[in-house]
């Protein structure tokens, strides 16, 4: 699993990843908000231990509190995921997110659960997905009501007054990291000049979009951008809008009956192939 946001990458946890596990478990910022010791080791073994939990975790389940990663320096910062949690005898999946002290107020935990929160509600399909903080920990509390959870109630976690948070499925229409938010979709004619567009392609396309994103440049000059190797980029809420936007385009339709295309191919930003549609 690798999630990619503007600037972070999230991915589940790997063997090597044993050094990350140790700076977390001693960093202050990580641990402010934790049962105290909860995360430290005796050594390194012990770490591989609780690593390969974790892994098990993901292969199972699919769940786990992923490893954050700076984009560009592949700097560790912290971690951030889903998982179960036993709310007054009922089993509920939990948001969380902790971050190394060096890099709190950048608006990384709220980037990472955008994605983490997307993952859950689309990828998984879990209908309910809960959050909370304790009433002193003001930053995470501002962070979910940002995501769009509703406050429940109060309720006592580790002994302590937590403020309990819920999102749902239903929300996702009016979530901002829902498909609510636009994003930039590759259209791809299937055939051009009777020569077949391949989807590596597409793929080096999309890669070279996100390079221009990254340097800040305009990705898209109103809503599409040139038309290299028979595409147009169009920027919608969900696929099927943008499919709707590049069929009216004067090159798509052109395209296509000049060329007798019948079929559009269609990816994502993160060089996902979701499927095709008739032209």
């Known amino acids: 699993m690798k999630l990619e946001t503007k600037r972070l990458i999230i991915r589940e946890w790997r063997e090597t990843d044993v050094d990350h596990y140790l700076t977390s478990s001693k960093d202050v910022g990580y641990n402010v ?3 105290p010791g909860q995360f430290l080791v005796i050594d390194k073994n012990e770490a591989i231990k609780i690593i390969k939990q974790r892994i098990l975790r993901f292969e199972q389940k699919g769940l786990g509190k992923f490893l954050v990663f700076l984009k560009g320096s592949e700097q560790f910062i912290g971690t951030c995921g889903l998982d179960y949690y036993n709310l007054d005898g009922r089993q509920e999946m ?8 060096n890099h709190w107020g950048k608006g990384y935990a709220t980037e ?3 994605a ?3 993952y859950g509600l689309v990828n998984l399909k879990i209908p309910r997905i809960i959050a909370f903080a304790i009433p002193q920990n003001t930053q995470s509390l501002k962070i979910i009501e940002k995501l769009g959870f509703r406050f429940l109630n109060e309720f006592e976690h580790a002994g302590l007054l937590h403020k309990l948070f819920e999102v749902t499925s239903e929300d996702l229409s009016t979530l901002n990291y829902s498909n609510n938010r636009e994003n930039n979709f590759v259209i791809s004619l299937a055939k051009i000049s009777g020569i077949e567009t391949t989807f590596e ?4 396309h999309v890669e070279h979009l996100r390079m221009l994103d990254q340097k800040g440049q305009l990705v898209l000059a109103g809503p599409f ?8 980029v169009v920027r919608a809420r969900n696929k099927e809008e943008a499919m709707a936007i590049a069929k009216s385009d004067p090159f798509v339709s052109e395209g296509a009956r000049s060329f007798e295309i019948r079929t559009l191919q269609i990816a994502d930003e993160q060089n996902n192939y979701l499927g095709e549609t008739k032209a």
């Open 33 to 35: 908000f934790s049962i």
């Open 112 to 114: 990472a659960a955008e």
């Open 116 to 118: 983490i929160l997307n």
């Open 201 to 204: 392609t597409i793929k080096r």
């Open 225 to 232: 951008t040139d038309h290299p190797s028979g595409m147009v």
């Open 94 to 101: 939990e948001l969380g997110y902790r971050l190394l002290l």
